[in-house]
DNA sequence: CCACTGACGAGTG
DNA sequence: GCACTCGCCAGTG
């Protein structure tokens, strides 16, 4: 194939690998297009996101930037404190800028065990 | 086809 | 730690 992937089966695949992310953690961006085998397209993970609804099957907000901060979505901050009030109902904590502990809550699919 | 935009990331100063 | 720049790719006009 000429194509690494395809256009809507990446789509797919990035849900499929943020829906694998369990309560209490949170993934960046980098790391969900690292596993859906788009190394370095984190954008695109980012234009994923964008097309899910606010309450679906996808627990979008686990899905935090490389920061550690919860990245705007369209319109405003709105949907933002939604994001930050998920998380922290899962135990994930924020510091005072808004800010998670990438070291602490980061999503690890497998560490030897 | 070109220009602009968008839930990003890494590098530089 | 923050601001700026470049790279990446898809969607829209």
Do not use: C
Request: hydrophobic share 35%; no cysteine; proline share 5%.
């Amino acid at each position: 194939m000429t194509r690494v992937v395809d256009p809507e089966s990446s789509y797919q695949r990035i849900y499929a690998i943020v829906r694998k992310i369990p309560p209490g953690r949170v993934a960046t961006y980098g790391q969900i297009a690292d596993l859906a085998g788009l190394a370095g397209h984190a954008r695109q993970v980012g234009y994923a996101m964008a097309a899910l609804p606010t309450h679906g099957a996808v627990p979008w907000h686990r899905v935090i930037n490389a920061q550690g901060r919860i990245s705007m979505r369209r319109s405003g901050p709105g949907d933002s404190i939604v994001q930050q009030q998920l998380l922290e109902r899962e135990g994930v904590r924020f510091d005072g800028g808004g800010r998670v502990s990438l070291a602490t809550f980061r999503w690890r699919k497998r560490r030897r065990g």
